[in-house]
């Protein structure tokens, strides 16, 4: 009934007004966490109590999900929310390396904001708002194939899973 919860606000960050928009909370282990926010990607190290802001450096500040595979965190950003998409389709693919800094990878669909993840095995890949289906190898993102949306229905999620029998 919550009387035992403990309050994990994102605080310290004046100028980021939306922080209370949490689209997806990626839980790393035990104490690291990854939050998907509409103002912005946030990692805390020390299950909440503190929170760093992973997105400084870039224009693109609306994350509907981040995906962490072997210490690595994967995002797609975007400048603004899903209303915004079509308008301005500056979106980003983002890597961030054994706790270091955001960076901005190539994207073989920079138009496109990815909005779900999943792994086959050791592969990683990423569904968009538009229906591509992409896969991290060695040497980057790969465009593989679609899947079809409904044509008046925006993709804002795109949950993807893979069973291997």
């Avoid at 928009?21 to 990607?41: C, P, Q, R």
């Avoid at 301005?88 to 073989?108: I, M, N, Y």
């Avoid at 086959?120 to 990423?126: K, N, T, Y």
């Amino acid at each position: 009934r919550g009387q035992t919860w403990t309050d994990r606000s994102i605080e310290g960050f004046d100028d980021v007004p939306h922080t209370e928009d949490i689209h997806h909370i990626e839980l790393v282990n035990k104490d690291t966490m990854v939050a998907s926010t509409g103002s912005g990607l946030f990692r805390s190290a020390d299950t909440g109590r503190t929170w760093e802001r992973l997105d400084t450096d870039h224009r693109q500040r609306y994350f509907r999900e981040a995906f962490v595979h072997k210490g690595t965190i994967y995002a797609g950003g975007a400048p603004g929310s899903s209303s915004t998409w079509g308008d301005d389709t500056d979106h980003a693919l983002f890597e961030c390396h054994d706790a270091g800094r955001l960076e901005r990878v190539s994207s073989p669909t920079p138009e496109e904001v990815i909005v779900g993840w999943c792994t086959i095995g050791d592969e990683i890949l990423a569904g968009t708002h538009r229906g591509t289906l992409l896969q991290r190898d060695s040497g980057g993102w790969e465009s593989i194939g679609r899947v079809i949306p409904n044509a008046s229905t925006p993709v804002r999620y795109l949950p993807l899973s893979w069973y291997a029998p």
